[in-house]
């Protein structure tokens, strides 16, 4: 994981809402699930409250635990989380954010936001999309890039789960992992790059009672030339979009047909309506 707070949160397109917009009590009762690396003795603040501001202030745009730090004051002034004069010190967020078990945090966070992305989404199928990046600006202890493979609602652009990608494997054998941290996904369509056409993770998403749209390319040779023997020439596209942007125009066009027996992939099928 990214040893730095404000790369752990700012990986949620909820960063640069507005405080208002935030269910508070939701998020404390969330963050209150990290576990509280502090001795006893001293204790000043509940361990919640300073990762609620913490994530709020990230949520709101800061970028620094300074400008956390100035965020603090300002809500602390106006009464939203603590009474005035009782705000934590930059000293004291300083420390918090260097004790903090980032996977824990991030656990929360997830949680929370897969609630949120949930909620708004009903009425639709769910569906998730799973990509793999570089965190930019984030490194390991070593100094070492940090790459994520990360869930995204396609709903609400949320990012709902991710799984830290290590520098000497890639995201294939962390795929189920990620899908472990999203809990049921029932009836839910996961979206991937042509990197997760693989046959162990259709069966994985079937068990788990999912369904999956993957790409077909190159690097599956022989299901990409079994695919494209099918009858697609014959068939009008099924939706067509076209969008303008940088003085060009472009055409997206998709076609959906029954997937034949002899396309040899697991559960592969046409969608229903």
Same mark, same amino acid.
């Given at each position: 994981m990214t040893s730095s707070l404000t790369n752990v949160l700012e990986r949620h397109p909820d960063t640069g809402q507005d405080f208002g917009q935030i269910d508070v009590?939701?998020?404390?009762?969330?963050?209150?699930?990290?576990?509280d690396p502090r001795a006893r003795r001293g204790v000043r603040y509940p361990f919640a409250d300073l990762l609620l501001v913490l994530v709020c202030a990230v949520f709101s745009g800061a970028k620094t635990l300074t400008m956390i730090a100035e965020w603090a004051r300002h809500a602390a002034g106006s009464g939203q989380l603590f009474p005035a004069g009782k705000v934590p010190s930059l000293a004291t967020i300083h420390?918090?954010?260097?004790?903090?078990?980032?996977?824990?945090?991030? &656990?929360?966070?997830?949680?929370?936001?897969?609630?949120?992305? %949930?909620?708004? =989404?009903? #009425? *639709?199928?769910?569906?998730?999309?799973?990509?793999?990046?570089?965190?930019?600006?984030a490194k390991n202890g070593g100094g070492t890039r940090v790459f994520l493979m990360a869930a995204l609602d396609h709903t609400t652009g949320t990012v709902i789960g991710q799984e830290s990608i290590?520098?000497?494997?890639?995201?294939?054998?962390?795929?189920?992992?990620?899908?472990?941290?999203?809990?049921?996904?029932?009836?839910?369509?996961?979206?991937?790059?042509?990197?997760?056409?693989?046959?162990?993770?259709?069966?994985?998403l079937h068990a788990r009672?999912?369904?999956?749209?993957?790409?077909?390319?190159?690097?599956?040779?022989?299901?990409?030339?079994?695919?494209?023997?099918? &009858?697609?020439?014959?068939?009008?596209?099924?939706?067509?979009? %076209?969008?303008? =942007?940088? #003085? *060009?125009?472009?055409?997206?066009?998709?076609?959906?047909?029954?997937?034949?027996?002899?396309?040899?992939?697991?559960?592969?099928?046409?969608?229903?309506?």
């Open positions: 009590g939701s998020l404390r009762a969330a963050l209150e699930q990290v576990p420390r918090i954010a260097a004790g903090i078990d980032p996977k824990a945090l991030d &656990t929360a966070v997830n949680a929370w936001t897969r609630a949120r992305a %949930r909620a708004l =989404a009903r #009425g *639709r199928r769910p569906a998730i999309a799973v990509d793999g990046k570089e965190a930019r600006g290590g520098e000497k494997t890639n995201e294939i054998p962390q795929f189920g992992a990620l899908m472990d941290r999203l809990g049921d996904l029932s009836g839910v369509v996961v979206t991937a790059d042509a990197l997760h056409t693989q046959a162990g993770h259709a069966e994985d009672g999912a369904h999956y749209v993957f790409t077909v390319k190159t690097n599956q040779p022989k299901l990409r030339k079994r695919i494209s023997s099918q &009858t697609w020439s014959t068939r009008k596209p099924g939706h067509v979009r %076209r969008e303008k =942007a940088h #003085g *060009r125009t472009t055409v997206w066009s998709a076609t959906a047909q029954k997937a034949q027996a002899w396309i040899d992939f697991p559960h592969a099928a046409r969608p229903s309506a």
